[in-house]
């Protein structure tokens, strides 16, 4: 089965300091990709980044970037210069290409910026 | 250009109720998924359409029901509603029939069932 487990509910992290959100996943399935998405209170979620299984390189998106770690299935969000706006629930997701359509999302990490 | 809007944004209704949540997709996207988000949990899959077929459902009751148009916006039905269908229902869409790549996500629809 597959699955996507966030270990960290809550972080505070200093303005302008980078931080990591941590993501580990579990999947049988040898194509998949994984996503991260902000989601601030409004409630709509905002895509940030996507890395395939196959990807070679890591993906970055301007101040994102996702440390892929394929044999140890991680895949950690890494914000660089952190702003008072990045405050959000930040969501890792994965599917895969098999005949379920299907995409599993982690519980989240809420992500508090400090002035 | 106009975003994924759903609708309605807040509702309440009572146990046994039926309720139905409404997606307009982004135009030229064919694909709509929806998603509950119970509070303090990240979105749980519930359906996938691409071309007015179901292509994905998750594991939820057959209370739940979904459709797509020919125009590609899509309803939701949730029958027998029960105080654990309180959620934030969300809608996305995108450009292809699989969900890899960039889904974009409406403001979701809040449920509350007294």
């Known amino acids: 089965a597959q699955k996507i487990t966030q270990t960290q509910p809550g972080m505070f992290v200093q303005e302008k300091e980078a931080v990591t959100l941590d993501c580990t996943y579990d999947?049988?399935?040898?194509?998949?990709?994984l996503f991260w998405y902000k989601q601030p209170s409004s409630g709509e979620m905002i895509f940030l980044i996507y890395?395939?299984?196959?990807?070679?390189q890591n993906a970055t998106e301007g101040r994102y970037s996702l440390n892929f770690q394929k044999a140890r299935k991680s895949a950690n969000l890494v914000i660089s210069a952190s702003q008072l706006g990045d405050s959000a629930m930040y969501f890792c997701?994965?599917?895969?290409?098999?005949?379920?359509?299907?995409?599993?999302f982690g519980k989240g990490t809420r992500l508090h910026i400090l002035p | 250009d106009a975003g994924v809007t759903q609708s309605p944004t807040h509702l309440i209704k009572t146990r046994g109720q039926h309720v139905t949540l409404r997606c307009s997709p982004i135009?030229?996207?064919?694909?709509v998924s929806w998603y509950q988000q119970v509070l303090g949990q990240g979105p749980q899959f519930i359906f996938q359409?691409?071309?007015?077929?179901?292509?994905g459902r998750g594991n939820f009751p057959d209370r739940f029901s979904a459709r797509q148009f020919p125009n590609y916006s899509s309803e939701l039905n949730v029958n027998a509603l029960l105080l654990g269908d309180s959620a934030l229902y969300l809608c996305?869409?995108?450009?292809?029939?699989?969900?890899?790549?960039?889904?974009?996500f409406g403001e979701g629809s809040r449920l509350t069932v007294l």
């Open positions: 996305a869409s995108s450009l292809g029939g699989g969900l890899i790549g960039e889904l974009f």
């Open positions: 999947t049988s399935d040898p194509s998949y990709g």
């Open positions: 890395q395939g299984s196959y990807d070679q």
């Open positions: 997701a994965m599917s895969s290409w098999n005949r379920d359509d299907k995409i599993i």
């Open positions: 135009s030229g996207h064919k694909s």
């Open positions: 359409y691409y071309e007015k077929e179901e292509r």
